[in-house]
């Protein structure tokens, strides 16, 4: 194991676990998403390439991926830093960063984030999904992806000397393509070597999270200290989230803030709200998964910022945490959730 063994790694340093406090395990701070750009209908055409106003943030809001503007998260560092203070206000302690190589990630920013608001922040090393995998990404073997992955958690991001502490969120399609799947047992290589947490993106497909574990668990990997983000869009029938749960990696509702009429990357699915995220909650609770799960926002499109009249990041401790108690989710459990639960599973082995 690592000299990072009983640490958690962020943007500034290692730290004491208990340093970390209330933890969003999926957030963006700086990124950029015109890799998923999604073209308007025709007659709408127009609103792709206008700013964000108040008359059609309606409209952006339901359509968050045919607004180029939209899409351009790093435009925001003064705004983001200003709603990482209320988030800390509401009494977080620690965002995980999940850009990784694909969408910009943007390792100083998020250490002058970190200095500027006294909030921990970790930062996600590896790759996005495949259609931002550059072609020197693609003609990588598995033993060249590891090393990447190890670098950047070991020696620092794109050419810096900032460490990632995570691996993830490393970004899967469905189908899962060939280039995908080397990353992914890069990432299960990587992380027997260094003890580290991975967080995973899954495909669009419920057969998606149950591929990939069996791909990582065949490479080595601790499923134990891997999250499953998106289960929100991906998992909705219950007994299939069960069986995904009896695999043991960490389960990520983590669109929290995200209620649309249409989701556009899959018209087949409607978009829960948060309402039924806090049901799917309760389900694994009652059937004894408290221990296994991890909540978010994953905040990467401007819309959701405060400043565009959204949710912002401290959503779930304003107004979701009191929402779960209402539901009978005892305190001791949503402490495990938002404690816990992140202390496990940052803290390398
Ligand atoms: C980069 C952010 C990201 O990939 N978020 C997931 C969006 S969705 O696939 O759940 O719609």
């Given at each position: 194991?690592?000299?990072?063994?009983?640490?958690?790694?962020?943007?500034?340093?290692?730290?004491?676990?208990?340093?970390?406090?209330?933890?969003?395990?999926?957030?963006?701070?700086?990124?950029?998403?015109?890799?998923?750009?999604?073209?308007?209908?025709?007659?709408?055409?127009?609103?792709?390439?206008?700013?964000?106003?108040?008359?059609?943030?309606?409209?952006?809001?339901?359509?968050?991926?045919?607004?180029?503007?939209?899409?351009?998260?790093?435009?925001?560092?003064?705004?983001?830093?200003?709603?990482?203070?209320?988030?800390?206000?509401?009494?977080?302690?620690?965002?995980?960063?999940?850009?990784?190589?694909?969408?910009?990630?943007?390792?100083?920013?998020?250490?002058?984030?970190?200095?500027?608001?006294?909030?921990?922040?970790i930062s996600g090393a590896g790759f996005y999904v495949d259609a931002t995998h550059s072609s020197s990404t693609r003609s990588m073997t598995v033993e060249q992806l590891?090393?990447?992955?190890?670098?950047?958690?070991?020696?620092?991001?794109?050419?810096?000397?900032?460490?990632?502490?995570?691996?993830?969120?490393?970004?899967?399609?469905?189908?899962?393509?060939?280039?995908?799947?080397?990353?992914?047992?890069?990432?299960?290589?990587?992380?027997?070597?260094?003890?580290?947490?991975?967080?995973?993106?899954?495909?669009?497909?419920?057969?998606?999270?149950?591929?990939?574990?069996?791909?990582?668990?065949?490479?080595?990997?601790?499923?134990?200290?891997?999250?499953?983000?998106?289960?929100?869009?991906?998992?909705?029938?219950?007994?299939?989230?069960?069986?995904?749960?009896?695999?043991?990696?960490?389960?990520?509702?983590?669109?929290?803030?995200?209620?649309?009429l249409n989701y556009q990357f899959n018209q087949a699915v409607d978009m829960p709200s948060d309402n039924d995220r806090i049901k799917m909650l309760r389900l694994l609770?009652?059937?004894?998964?408290?221990?296994?799960?991890?909540?978010?926002?994953?905040?990467?499109?401007?819309?959701?910022?405060?400043?565009?009249?959204?949710?912002?990041?401290?959503?779930?401790?304003?107004?979701?945490?009191?929402?779960?108690?209402?539901?009978?989710?005892?305190?001791?459990?949503?402490?495990?959730?938002?404690?816990?639960?992140?202390?496990?599973?940052?803290?390398?082995?």
């Amino acid at each position: 194991m690592s000299s990072l063994s009983g640490k958690v790694q962020t943007v500034l340093g290692p730290i004491h676990p208990e340093q970390l406090g209330r933890t969003l395990t999926h957030e963006h701070l700086s990124m950029t998403f015109e890799c998923c750009y999604c073209p308007p209908p025709a007659h709408q055409g127009t609103l792709s390439d206008a700013p964000i106003l108040m008359k059609n943030l309606f409209w952006v809001k339901q359509n968050p991926y045919s607004n180029k503007e939209n899409l351009l998260l790093s435009q925001e560092i003064e705004a983001i830093t200003e709603e990482i203070m209320i988030f800390k206000a509401a009494g977080g302690g620690s965002i995980v960063e999940n850009t990784t190589t694909g969408i910009s990630r943007d390792i100083k920013m998020l250490k002058k984030m970190a200095e500027k608001t006294g909030v921990n922040i970790i930062s996600g090393a590896g790759f996005y999904v495949d259609a931002t995998h550059s072609s020197s990404t693609r003609s990588m073997t598995v033993e060249q992806l590891t090393e990447v992955l190890v670098n950047e958690v070991l020696q620092g991001a794109d050419g810096t000397n900032i460490k990632c502490g995570i691996i993830g969120e490393i970004g899967c399609s469905w189908p899962l393509t060939e280039s995908e799947k080397k990353v992914l047992q890069a990432t299960a290589e990587a992380q027997s070597q260094l003890g580290c947490p991975v967080n995973i993106h899954p495909g669009r497909n419920s057969d998606a999270p149950f591929h990939i574990i069996q791909i990582l668990q065949e490479a080595g990997a601790d499923i134990s200290k891997t999250v499953m983000s998106h289960l929100d869009r991906t998992i909705f029938d219950e007994t299939k989230l069960l069986e995904f749960a009896k695999l043991g990696s960490y389960l990520e509702y983590d669109l929290f803030g995200t209620e649309m009429l249409n989701y556009q990357f899959n018209q087949a699915v409607d978009m829960p709200s948060d309402n039924d995220r806090i049901k799917m909650l309760r389900l694994l609770i009652n059937e004894g998964y408290e221990d296994r799960i991890v909540v978010s926002h994953d905040i990467h499109t401007k819309n959701r910022l405060l400043k565009y009249g959204g949710h912002g990041y401290s959503h779930i401790l304003n107004n979701i945490v009191p929402k779960m108690l209402v539901r009978g989710i005892s305190q001791q459990c949503v402490d495990k959730i938002l404690l816990e639960n992140p202390k496990q599973w940052l803290t390398f082995k």
